[in-house]
Each structure stands twice: as C-alpha cells, then as structure tokens.
C-alpha cells in the first residue's frame, strides 16, 4: 500500500466525520425543537381546557371545574387570581411558585384596605 493510498483515505475519513457530525447536529436540533413546540403546544392546550371548565366571568364561577377531572390536563396546575391569590393547586413543579411571604395581621389589614377602597 502507497503513502498516497493512505493519506486519500485519511482524507475521505476526515470528510466523512465532518459530513456525520453535521448531520448528527442538525438531527439534534431538530428534534430539540420540535420536542419543546410540543411541549408548550400540549401546555397550552392543558390550559384551555382548565379556563373552560372556570368559566371566569365578572366572578369566579368554579362549578364546572370542580365537576370535571380535566383529562388531557397537566400533571401539575397553579390556578392564580389576578391579585396572586392561589385557587388552586394540582401537583407539584418545583420553581411553579415563586417567593412566598406570610402576610401578618398589620399586612393583612392594610392590604384589606387597600382592597376596600379599590373596590368603591
């Protein structure tokens, strides 16, 4: 075997590892993506079917989401008011939540309140 013998295949060894290993790159890519579009596609349907079942009108009408089980739901649901009052909570995803504070009576009373001249 010749010196050139050898060093074609090394040749033809290089292109085809670099060829493989753009190929490999973009499979990657690909499915990363359309594992995460799925993903939030899934979520985002979950949460449809959790707004119908509340039913929010100018008031909580909570009803129909008692009676129903949301099948095709996620595994874990944070059910937030808009004033982050949690209404319910299905489950458990660590970071779901972010800080937590206890109010005290004094916190409690101001913020009630606050709520009551919002409110007028």
Known sequence: MSRNFWSRLAGLAFVFFIAFSAVAGIQYWFVGREQRETARRQLQDSAALVREDI??????????????TSEGA????????????IIDASGYAPGMTGRISILSASNLRESSMDWARESR
């Open 74 to 85: 996620a595994d874990s649901i944070l059910i937030l008011s808009g004033g982050g009052t």
């Open 55 to 68: 039913a929010f009108t100018p008031s909580w009408n909570l009803v129909g989401y008692r009676r129903t």
